[in-house]
């Protein structure tokens, strides 16, 4: 059992022009499964790649199991990582396929074919080991990607957007097979995706990513309920978190369109946090409820209503921001309604306009 810890470390190209990833610090726990998130270009695939030894790392150091492989090539790292696009051999049968690692690094016979054979059965790929790659499909492909990644028994595990090739139907599948092969093989793991919904369904801890820098490192709960700036609030959820841009003056928050006074407890706090009196409240769309005109926090109208199944969307503009209500699908709105709206305070989010949350 092997953890894997990032201190520090900093990745930049072009002669220090672009920074893809600036003094980030990541602790990825024996046998967890850490999902790395964020959007395009933030710097996911830069550390999975200093990770596996395929970049050097302009700053900052690495420890596999508490000894330092910074400056190790890939092949002295205990890491297998599988890629977007599955990469395998188009000449070669998918046994060979996933015999390639083993027997460039020297491995007998014997152990190669034991090896091989055990990830196929694991991966449930044991009748397609002579069939070429273009003889498979999308789902078989990636799990002989997978069967060649475990060949090698790997302490660290890490999977860069593996499943962004497939259709809907057939990653639920391999989420949850992943899922079981990391908890079956017992090693520390790092699922990259930009898809917040896949990384809240598969991660053990979710670590938000944004501009080369992490945000946040918790479980997918606490990430949720309890983000820790704007940005993470913003990029987790869907439909997404409201924000209400107010004043803070006194005890009392302005909006546009509202105003109300805090109590004492809160207010002192609040304004103590901010830099000025600027303050931005998020409000996730399920903590937003529907009540008749003059009873709520305002007064609207519904523009749309988005059928959810067994909840419903309900749009409706607040200043000049559009803001989105979930309530469940009987309840008794329609588009065009005038309605009130009111707020389920404990669930509120206070934060500086620079980002960071200023009260919990
Ligand atoms: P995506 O989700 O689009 O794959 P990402 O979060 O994985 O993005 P990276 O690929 O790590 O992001 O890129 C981070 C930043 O570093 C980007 O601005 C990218 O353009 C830049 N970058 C990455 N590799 C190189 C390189 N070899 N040379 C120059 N710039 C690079």
């Known amino acids: 059992m092997v953890d894997a810890k990032l201190t520090d470390v900093r990745k930049t190209f072009n002669d220090g022009q672009v920074v893809a990833i ?23 695939s830069t550390t999975m790649r200093c990770i596996a030894g395929l970049e050097t790392p302009n700053g900052g150091t690495i420890e596999f199991g508490g000894h330092e492989v910074t400056n190790l090539p890939p092949k002295d790292r205990e890491v297998s990582m599988v890629f977007q696009n599955y990469a395998l051999y188009p000449s070669m049968t998918v046994y060979e396929n996933m015999a390639f690692g083993l027997k460039m690094r020297g491995a007998d016979r014997e152990t190669i074919d034991e090896q091989v054979r055990w990830a196929a059965e694991t991966m449930e790929i044991g009748d397609l080991l002579d069939r070429y790659p273009t003889q498979l ?5 990636q799990r002989v990607a997978l069967g060649r990644a475990i060949v090698r028994d790997p302490a660290i595990f890490l999977l860069d957007e593996p499943l962004s090739n497939l259709d809907a139907k057939l990653r639920a599948v391999m989420r949850t097979e992943i899922q079981e092969l990391q908890q ?3 090693v520390a793991a790092v699922f990259v995706t930009h898809d917040q919904e896949e990384a809240m369904s598969m ?15 918790a479980p997918p709960e606490e990430i949720y309920h309890d983000p820790n700036s704007l940005f993470v609030a913003d990029f987790i959820g869907s439909p997404a978190i409201n924000f209400f841009e107010c004043s803070l003056t006194g005890t ?13 407890s809160i207010a002192e706090p609040l304004a103590a946090g901010l830099d000025g009196d600027q303050v931005v409240i998020g409000i996730r769309p399920e903590d937003l409820g529907i009540t008749d005109p003059g009873q709520g926090l305002f007064d609207t109208r519904v523009e749309v209503i988005e059928p959810m199944g067994d909840r419903k969307i309900v749009y409706m503009d607040v200043g000049d921001r559009r803001m989105e209500a979930v309530v469940p699908s009987n309840a008794a709105v329609e588009e065009g309604d005038d309605i009130g709206v009111s707020v389920n305070w404990p669930n509120s989010h206070f934060f500086s306009p620079s980002g960071p949350k200023v009260l919990k």
């Open 252 to 264: 009392t928050i302005d909006h546009d369109v509202f105003s109300f006074d805090l109590p004492d």
């Open 22 to 44: 600036d003094d980030i610090d990541l602790h990825i726990e024996d046998g967890e499964l850490l999902v790395l998130v964020g959007p395009s270009g933030c710097g996911k």
């Open 203 to 217: 991660g053990d801890r979710i670590a938000v990513m944004n501009a080369g820098r992490i945000e946040q490192v």
């Open 137 to 141: 499909s999308g789902g078989q492909q």
């Open 184 to 186: 079956e093989l017992d």
